[in-house]
């Protein structure tokens, strides 16, 4: 099976820097996936690393370790649109299992 | 493209009611995949198809649930009798293996369930 952890809750300020970390354990490691939910809504995609390194996407970047089995995604020059659950996701062959969720609070 | 479509967006029953959610997966996709929301129990893969085919429904709590997808756009998950433990968000979701961005799981808008 599949077992991902990550932080339950983070606050910041408007413009600040958010990382959530992620840790995991699984077989057959496809690669790590972000999405991002807000109150009411469905999960959309973020980012998705399959390789060790950094991947940039605007104000999001997203970082995996495959020998640390660890991950984040890390939320640049956070806006209040930003506040809403984070959920990092293995991919293990066809099968997308999904963390807790984090859910980041951005305040005035 | 009209992205994934769910019906209905609320549904509201009482227990021991049939309950039938449905799906329309982005055009081209092969992949389905139906999960389910709770706060308990986060986001739980309930069955997956491929190419109309179920390959995976391990996910599915018991017997009361079943799935089908009889072609590459619709699919149903019916749970009968409903009990108020299967209160939560369903949500369906497809993706394209044929793609280099086959990483990608596009979701709908989700079904909130109520069983009274």
């Known amino acids: 099976g599949q077992s991902l952890e990550q932080p339950s809750e983070v606050t910041a300020v408007e413009g600040a820097i958010v990382q959530i970390n992620c840790t995991y354990q699984?077989?057959?490691?496809?690669?790590l996936s972000w999405y991002q939910q807000h109150d009411g809504g469905a999960p959309t995609f973020l980012s998705y690393n399959a390789l060790d390194g950094l991947e940039e996407t605007g104000r999001f970047s997203s970082f995996l370790s495959r020998s640390d089995s660890y991950g984040y995604l890390l939320l640049q020059e956070l806006q209040m649109k930003d506040s809403a659950s984070y959920f990092c996701?293995?991919?293990?062959?066809?099968?997308?299992?999904f963390g807790a969720g984090t859910t980041v609070t951005v305040r005035a | 493209d009209a992205g994934v479509i769910q019906s209905p967006r609320h549904e509201v029953t009482e227990m021991g009611q049939e309950v039938t959610l449905r799906c329309k997966p982005i055009s081209g996709h092969n992949s389905l995949f139906w999960y389910r929301q709770t706060m308990m129990r986060g986001l739980e893969l309930l069955i997956y198809f491929n190419n109309n085919v179920p390959i995976d429904d391990s996910g599915m709590p018991e017997d009361r649930f079943s799935a089908k997808m009889p072609n590459a756009s619709f699919s149903t998950l019916k749970i009968q009798p409903s009990e108020p433990r299967d209160s939560a968000v369903y949500f369906c979701?497809?993706?394209?293996?044929?793609?280099?961005?086959?990483?990608?799981?596009?979701f709908g808008s989700g079904t909130q369930l109520s069983v009274l």
């Open positions: 979701a497809s993706r394209s293996e044929r793609t280099r961005a086959n990483e990608k799981l596009f």
């Open positions: 996701a293995v991919r293990n062959d066809y099968k997308l299992s």
């Open positions: 699984t077989s057959g490691f496809y690669g």
